[in-house]
């Protein structure tokens, strides 16, 4: 018998389960299915918008759309175009019914789980499709569906349950190549964050100014040292490295970051004499604020485990 089993809606950011539909099947696939369902939401930020999962009697279907996924899982007959339909009454409902603003500042699983209600009902009615009367939608979904089918995702791509597992490069129409090793994304960027940014960039600037004057002022006396050149041109590289370590996810990000200050700190120790205490302070000041910056600014990949 064909029929819709379960849905969640999850936040896509970090895999946070938003609302589910009450699930007492504790068969060996639908365990199995579950373990795909939390493997998918630790993911879904390097998914598609719109994709299937089949995994033998079962399939995964969802859609994500603002910030937030709308999922699904039926036997393996289930019409995608009912299953895709499904999903997109789910989402319509949940945009109406709550603000975008609350879903993206949520704390707690589960904390629109009175959204199960309209899950279950809407699931009754698909279960039983002599009833539905959404004749137009579907046509239009058909279509939608046969201009921009979903991306199918299988089994072995998952890989191992860790959260990081790898995609294949697949074509998919609309979206492109997905890469063998996305890449990781770091959580959205705050008003410090950038404050920090402009600060290394403008530090950066002021020691390619100094550098070239310490240049112009060699060329003229002979008797200039020239390691000041170079600690003028290390202290802007470092503080260009610095933006770039704040901007992307590197390896060990958080040491070169530290390394980064040390070299800034470095550099303003030996121009000492070239400058005053304020802008030496000034200097050491913003290389520290920037590399916190760097270090609260983590990878999304990791979400936690909510059992969904």
């Known amino acids: 018998m064909s029929m819709i089993l379960s849905a969640s809606v999850v936040r896509v950011r970090d895999g946070l389960p938003l609302s589910a539909s009450t699930d007492y099947d504790q068969s060996t696939g639908m365990q199995e299915c579950r373990k795909y369902f939390k493997m998918l939401s630790k993911k879904l930020s390097q998914l598609p918008d719109r994709c299937t999962l089949k995994t033998g009697q079962y399939n995964i279907n969802f859609i994500s759309s ?6 699904m899982l039926c036997t393996e007959n289930y019409p995608s175009v009912l299953a895709f339909c ?37 699931k009754q009615r698909y279960n039983n499709t002599r009833s539905l009367s959404t004749k137009m939608n579907l046509a239009d979904m058909q279509t939608e569906i046969k201009l921009r ?32 090793a996305p890449h990781q994304r770091l959580e959205p960027v705050t008003l410090p964050g950038i404050v920090s940014f402009v600060l290394s960039l403008l530090c950066g600037a ?29 202290g802007t590289a470092a503080c260009l490295y610095q ?37 030496l302070f000034f200097h050491v000041t ?21 059992n969904v």
């Open 66 to 71: 603002l910030g937030v996924s709308y999922m």
């Open 149 to 180: 089918p979903p991306y199918q995702i299988s089994v072995s791509e998952l890989g191992s349950a860790n959260g990081f597992a790898h995609l294949s490069v697949v074509e998919y129409k609309g979206t492109g190549k997905i890469s063998a």
């Open 243 to 279: 933006c770039y370590l704040f901007v992307y996810y590197t390896g060990w990000r958080n040491a070169k970051s530290f390394l980064t200050f040390g070299l800034i700190c470095l550099c303003n120790m030996y121009l000492y004499e070239l400058r005053n205490l304020w802008q």
């Open 286 to 306: 913003v290389g520290a604020f920037s590399t916190l910056q760097i270090r609260l600014r983590q990878p999304q990949g990791k979400s936690p485990d909510y």
């Open 86 to 122: 499904f999903l997109d009454e789910l989402q319509k409902e949940f945009i109406t019914t709550y603000n975008m603003m609350k879903t993206n500042t949520a704390v707690r699983p589960y904390c629109f789980i009175e959204f199960d209600n309209f899950i279950q009902r809407t």
């Open 206 to 234: 002021l020691n390619l100014i100094r550098g070239f004057h310490a240049i112009e002022s060699l060329l003229q006396n002979e008797g200039e040292d020239f390691s000041y050149v170079i600690a003028f041109f290390l």
